[in-house]
């Protein structure tokens, strides 16, 4: 079955890290892109950090120089380190994947495949 599933969400104060990472079946390990999105309260969806198969990565100007997304080739093939976390950053952080032609991962893309979700709360 394929599937994402994130983990290491969790409530942190204002200036900690955390890390999140994110588990995928076979298939999803292939995508030439992946990506991890967040939605706050009241808020969209919006991208965070992407990720090529080739390594180029993309970042959310409001998360440049704090958070860093990698990917790995085993079953826990994307991450996010979160650092010098803002309680902006609270919301429910979602990875996702899909493949796509041109190998660049837009957040515009339609990204295919999607986790359910992990929270991060952050307190000031």
């Known amino acids: 079955q394929e599937r994402l599933e994130e983990s290491g969400g969790g409530s942190v104060q204002a200036g900690g890290s955390l890390k999140l990472s994110c588990a995928a079946s076979t298939l999803m390990i292939g995508s030439n892109c992946m990506a991890w999105f967040r939605q706050a309260p009241g808020k969209e969806r919006e991208g965070v950090a992407s990720i090529a198969s080739y390594g180029l990565t993309r970042y959310a100007d409001s998360v440049k120089g704090r958070l860093r997304i990698s990917r790995d080739d085993d079953t826990t093939p994307l991450n996010l380190q979160m650092n010098s976390i803002r309680p902006e950053d609270t919301a429910v952080y979602y990875c996702?994947?899909?493949?796509?032609?041109?190998?660049?991962?837009?957040?515009?893309?339609?990204?295919?495949?999607w986790g359910q979700g992990t929270q991060v709360t952050v307190s000031a």
């Open positions: 996702s994947a899909v493949t796509v032609d041109s190998g660049i991962c837009r957040f515009t893309a339609t990204y295919t495949f």
